[in-house]
């Protein structure tokens, strides 16, 4: 039903955007099994795949306490990760690649710092975690990865000043950072820098917040992020909020350049603010709109926010199109506020934005 609604309207419809939201059926989550590869609404382990390397590791896992960060960072090389139950601990300076699974995999795990690593290739995930709290992932080099790193059920999950290279999906993987199910306080995905390299990456929504909500007094919150580029998809886009609804999370002061169908969107939920951010788009075989707001699910869409925004955003066809409001979300609050169609281009962001 999602691509069917996103593919009818992408070809058809001038003017409107073509959201990248997973809903798919009237399912609930709660019935659709965590770790079922196929379903897709869900960028989740596929558990009738091995996790074992292709190769034999040159060394067993190195789990050692955190030491000041030098640059470079010299990498001490591992097998891939796989903790249940475990705490209290950093993970840091090492170098993983997994060819045929997760590079670090975190179940029913807390209090964990995953630091100064260097992930990937890998055709699954670089950082994975599945019912976590208080788990940070920070000064990583992720690249080649189907997602850099994907949250499910967990709590206090903090992203912050990553370095992620060509995530290659597809979808339903194909991010940068998703949280699925994430909810609570302390949750955060700042200062984190993505680069998808055309013909060589395939990603769908850089940044994904499924069904994830923070609280009035501390919302999720996703800022200072870099994003430049995206397609071939069609429905995935820049940064994706309230995908099959969620609530209190703010995405500001980030810069997005030709992330694919669209910057920034807002595809249902409740309490969300888009907030002075600059995005970019240049025409593209799959460009289409610089910021929506459309609900597509069954939760409700009302107050929310999208304001101090600078956007100039050149469709498919060759127009400009740097907003759509579907009309479905009530009264949006700051809309006339953004400049839409602003004096921007691509050298909003520097040339080289990630270290190598």
């Known amino acids: 039903m999602r691509d069917y609604y996103k593919i009818i309207t992408y070809l058809l419809i001038a003017g409107f955007v073509v959201s990248c939201s997973k809903s798919e059926t009237t399912t609930p989550s709660s019935k659709i099994p965590a770790t079922t590869a196929d379903n897709p609404k869900r960028g989740v382990t596929d558990t009738t ?10 060394t067993a896992p190195v789990i050692i306490p955190a030491v000041p960060t030098t640059n470079p960072v010299t990498y001490t090389v591992s097998s891939p990760i796989s903790l249940s139950g475990a705490h209290d601990m950093v993970i840091n300076a090492l ?3 997994n060819p045929s699974g997760i590079c670090i995999h975190l179940t029913n795990c807390y209090n964990i710092t995953i630091k100064n690593c260097k992930l990937g290739p890998s ?61 609570g306080s ?11 390299i055309a013909g060589a990456s395939n990603p769908e929504d850089v940044i994904s917040m499924y069904e994830s909500n923070g609280i009035a007094g501390d919302p999720i919150m996703i800022a200072g992020n870099w994003i430049r580029g995206g397609g071939p998809s069609k429905t995935g886009g820049g940064i994706m909020l309230g995908d099959n609804g969620g609530s209190y999370i703010i995405a500001k002061n980030n810069i997005i350049v030709d992330p694919g ?36 699910s069954n939760s409700g869409c009302s107050l929310n926010t999208i304001n101090g925004n600078q956007v100039n955003w050149t469709r498919f066809s060759g ?15 700051g809309w006339n506020t953004n400049i839409w169609g602003a004096v921007l ?9 990630l270290s190598n």
């Open 95 to 97: 170098q993983i690649d």
């Open 123 to 183: 055709l699954r995930t670089g950082v994975e975690l599945n019912n976590c709290t208080n788990i940070t992932v920070d000064s990583c080099y992720i690249s080649n990865v189907s997602t850099g790193v994907y949250a499910l059920n967990s709590h206090q999950v903090k992203i912050t000043n990553n370095q992620v290279k060509n995530v290659l999906g597809p979808y339903p993987k194909g991010q940068m950072v998703q949280f699925d199910n994430v909810s």
């Open 49 to 58: 795949k091995s996790n074992t390397p292709v190769t034999t590791p040159t």
């Open 345 to 353: 281009n691509s050298g909003i962001l520097p040339s080289q934005i």
């Open 261 to 296: 169908n669209y910057g920034m969107g807002i595809a249902g939920g409740n309490n969300i603010q888009i907030l002075n951010n600059e995005i970019y788009g240049s025409k593209t075989s799959v460009s289409n709109v610089g910021i929506y707001i459309w609900n597509q």
């Open 319 to 333: 127009e400009n199109n740097n907003n759509w409001n579907a009309g479905n979300c009530g009264t949006v609050t």
């Open 186 to 196: 302390g949750n955060t995905v700042l200062n984190n820098r993505c680069e998808n």
